[in-house]
């Protein structure tokens, strides 16, 4: 079987990494998503484990599409019996590049009324469309007027971890913040921190990941348990993967902390820690004021500033982080930055600078390495903090 699982923009090489980490094969990147191969559970696995990818997809049939009715007559040619029968409820979600079809909208209906008449031929019933709740996610991407039909196996994105307050403010999408959390190259092992956590996602990521919690376990069911050929087998190699996942889970976790000026971020960021059950310590501070603790030993700083876009920050904020990056060069540190913040300046020079994109904003993950620090410079440095 082939899969392929999407990602958002300039997170194709986390996403990559995370599922040659966690021994897919066939693994290659590609523009918005990973390639990857194995049998059916293979994409089961990769719902349930991958902390980037947003959907699993898996072609079911490719054609060429050089008008309406070739397109129709392929579509309707696909059998979709595996997922697809008169009883279930499905949504087609569509794209085009470069394509005599270019109307995704008419390209969603077309290949949805295929679908649906070649079922109803056959049994005198119709599966009916359902937008909020459906049981079968299918997607069509046309390309050079070459169409590739695809079912979804995750069904509602992996995005949503079920851990969120939905009334956040300003929050990072999960599957970006655990591909800055990969970006930044931590360890899992040693300290991470976020002062500037907001409602925490960077952190409860971090966590997950630390704790190896598989993210996909909070979650009931995915979209290929709902379809029409999901059988015994399949339910009890689930049943299987599940089991594993929950065994897998580390019994202890190195420090992970944060603070923000926010003392309602700090709540929203409480209650999602506590729905996702990971342990962090949080605390009410304000920038100026955040140390990093003498106590531990030196870790990696990850966070995503107010970009000043939709969120208003003091005009200090930007020299504030500088500094804290720069008194603390055996701290690894990431940012998550908008692509035209000038304002951040540090004397330290990133090691890696990645393009990503948070929603529709252009931003970069700036990655700074750490500098390992021989005993008396690391003293000499926090006496001068001290002082
Ligand atoms: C973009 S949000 C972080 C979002 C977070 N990554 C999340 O997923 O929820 C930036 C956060 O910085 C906080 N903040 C802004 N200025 C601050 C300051 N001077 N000191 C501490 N926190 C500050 C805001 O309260 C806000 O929660």
């Not at 995750?154 to 913040?177: F, H, V």
Request: hydrophobic share 40%; net charge positive.
């Amino acid at each position: 079987m082939h899969f392929f699982a999407t990602a958002a923009k300039g997170t194709e090489p986390a996403l990559r990494d995370e599922l040659r980490e966690l021994a897919f094969r066939g693994v290659r990147a590609d523009r918005g998503g990973v390639h990857f191969e194995g049998a059916w559970d293979e994409g089961y696995r990769a719902c349930l484990w991958s902390r980037i990818a947003l959907r699993v997809f898996t072609p079911v049939g490719s054609f060429d599409a050089r008008n309406e009715r070739a397109f129709y007559d392929a579509v309707r040619d696909i059998d979709l019996s595996l997922a697809l029968g008169e009883s279930q409820t499905l949504i087609v979600g569509a794209s085009s590049r470069n394509s005599r079809i270019s109307h995704t909208q008419y390209l969603s209906q077309l290949t949805k009324d295929a679908i649906v008449d070649r079922i109803r031929d056959r049994s005198g019933r119709r599966p009916s469309v359902d937008r909020r709740d459906p049981d079968v996610h299918v997607f069509v991407h046309l390309a050079n007027d070459f169409a590739t039909l695809y079912l979804d196996l995750a069904g509602e994105p992996l995005s949503r971890r079920g851990y969120r307050d939905p009334n956040a403010e300003a929050p990072l999408r999960e599957t970006l913040a655990a591909a800055v959390v990969r970006y930044s190259g931590w360890d899992r092992k040693s300290p991470l921190c976020d002062p500037l956590c907001g409602s925490g996602t960077l952190l409860i990521e971090a966590a997950l990941a630390a704790w190896n919690v598989a993210p996909g376990l909070a979650r009931q069911r995915f979209g290929f348990e709902r379809w029409a050929g999901f059988d015994a087998a399949g339910k009890a190699r689930m049943a299987e993967l599940r089991g594993n996942a929950r065994a897998l889970r580390r019994r202890e976790a190195p420090a992970i902390f944060g603070s923000d000026a926010s003392p309602e971020a700090l709540e929203a960021a409480r209650a999602s820690a506590k729905r996702a059950r990971v342990e962090l310590e949080l605390s009410l501070c304000a920038l100026r004021d955040f140390e990093l603790p003498d106590t531990l030993p030196p870790g990696t700083l990850v966070t995503n500033p107010p970009y000043g876009h939709r969120i208003q920050r003091s005009s200090t904020l930007p020299r504030e982080l500088s500094e804290l990056i720069d008194a603390h060069p055996d701290w690894r540190a990431a940012l998550l930055l908008a692509e035209d913040d000038r304002s951040t300046r540090t004397h330290r020079r990133p090691d890696q600078v990645r393009q990503v994109f948070n929603g529709d904003i252009d931003c970069v993950v700036r990655v700074y390495a750490e500098k390992t620090l021989a005993g008396a410079e690391r003293a000499g440095q926090q006496e001068g903090r001290k002082g």
